[in-house]
């Protein structure tokens, strides 16, 4: 399904480098109409049936002109205006990528709950990342992962969950919206959740796709687990993933379950110590308990990754029913990017659905 989206603009020469950019880099997701006249562009909004229209602000737009389901913004010349004439602006000086999230979010807005697609992408793998070990270095392994399959050329997501954790610490990308915007989209049931999470996902320089953490931590706080489960379905069945790595506090509780359900893979980490060994064991027999309701079992689903190992004595031994993705040394003296880069190339990852 393309996008309908019409631009009134007073400079011609900017308008047919605005439209031959985005029809070079989104010709499969936009239909473009183009005009200098008010008249002929208001005339075209019904006829066409426009979805976007976007309007120079040296144009008063008459919103009553407008058809029901067209969303509508002013094109400005800084970012930091938020609103013109009343309406909603958008900076005309950006890069086309930030462009096109922000006319998918107006899209988002008027499109409506129905999905815009009819595709459920039975081949995207979901990876929860936890552990009821502290301290064991869960979500810079997390973030490895996602960052290992993007480098193998996988389209791959970041998905943080953790009630005071965030993507920025491992990654960094342009975009205006965040996590919280996200949680908005899911908690409001306004739009199109799809569309919404399109404009509103980042990419890092190396190819991974995530959200930009929440402006607060009670945004994520708010997220119940029925608003979690949707979003993550929304995520799969969007069909834009190979791998989804969700990295998220633990959680045993019989309300949280139902989140584990679409799981390839539960994955643990442990520093290979006596406590964190006892916390593992005792976990999973909580969990071979709570989960044998779910096909196939969660326990069956357990992975488990030994982080921070020093030398052949730094690894436990293995545990009765989990199975072990293998270990990984400790990196000393690093900035977590760069341990997280260092991470990347380990060879566990490829091991977690082995």
């Not at 229209?53 to 389901?69: G, H, M, N, W």
């Not at 031994?317 to 072990?324: K, L, Q, T, V, W």
């Not at 400790?330 to 991470?343: N, V």
Request: net charge negative; hydrophobic share 40%; proline share 2%.
């Amino acid at each position: 399904m393309k996008v309908k989206l019409a631009i009134l603009h007073s400079d011609s020469a900017y308008l047919n480098r605005l439209t031959s950019v985005l029809e070079a880099n989104y010709k499969e997701k936009l239909a473009l109409y183009s005009f200098t006249d008010a008249a002929l562009a208001l005339s075209a909004l019904g006829k066409e049936k426009v979805d976007v229209f976007l309007a120079d602000d040296s144009f008063e737009i008459d919103l009553q002109q407008l058809p029901a389901k067209c969303a509508f913004a002013y094109f400005v010349d800084s970012p930091e205006i938020d609103t013109c004439n009343g309406s909603r602006a958008i900076c005309r000086f950006q890069r086309t990528e930030l462009l096109y999230k922000q006319i998918l979010g107006l899209f988002s807005d008027v499109v409506g709950r129905e999905s815009v697609r009819n595709i459920y992408s039975s081949g995207t793998k979901l990876l929860i990342f936890s552990s009821p070990c502290g301290g064991t270095g869960t979500s810079t392994l997390a973030a490895a992962c996602a960052l290992h399959f993007a480098t193998a050329g996988k389209r791959s997501l970041y998905l943080n969950f953790e009630r005071f954790g965030g993507a920025d610490a491992y990654f960094g990308g342009e975009g205006h919206a965040d996590m919280s915007d996200v949680i908005y989209a899911v908690k409001s049931g306004r739009g199109n959740l799809a569309v919404k999470l399109e404009s509103c996902v980042r990419q890092d320089s190396r190819g991974v796709s995530y959200f930009s953490s929440a402006k607060a931590a009670l945004d994520v706080m708010e997220l119940t687990v029925s608003e979690k489960v949707r979003l993550v379905s929304e995520l799969i069945s969007s069909g834009s993933y190979d791998y989804i790595v969700i990295d998220m506090d633990f959680d045993l509780s019989q309300s949280a379950l139902p989140l584990f359900q679409p799981a390839h893979a539960l994955v643990w980490i442990s520093d290979g110590v006596g406590v964190s060994n006892g916390k593992i064991m005792r976990a999973y027999e909580a969990l071979c308990v709570q989960g044998n309701g779910f096909s196939p079992a969660l326990a069956d689903r357990v992975c488990l990754i030994q982080n921070k190992c020093v030398g052949a004595e730094g690894a436990m031994g293995e545990i009765p029913g989990i199975r072990s993705a293998g270990t990984i040394a400790k990196i000393r003296h690093r900035m977590e990017e760069q341990i997280t880069a260092s991470l990347a190339g380990s060879e566990v990852f490829d091991k977690i659905l082995a």
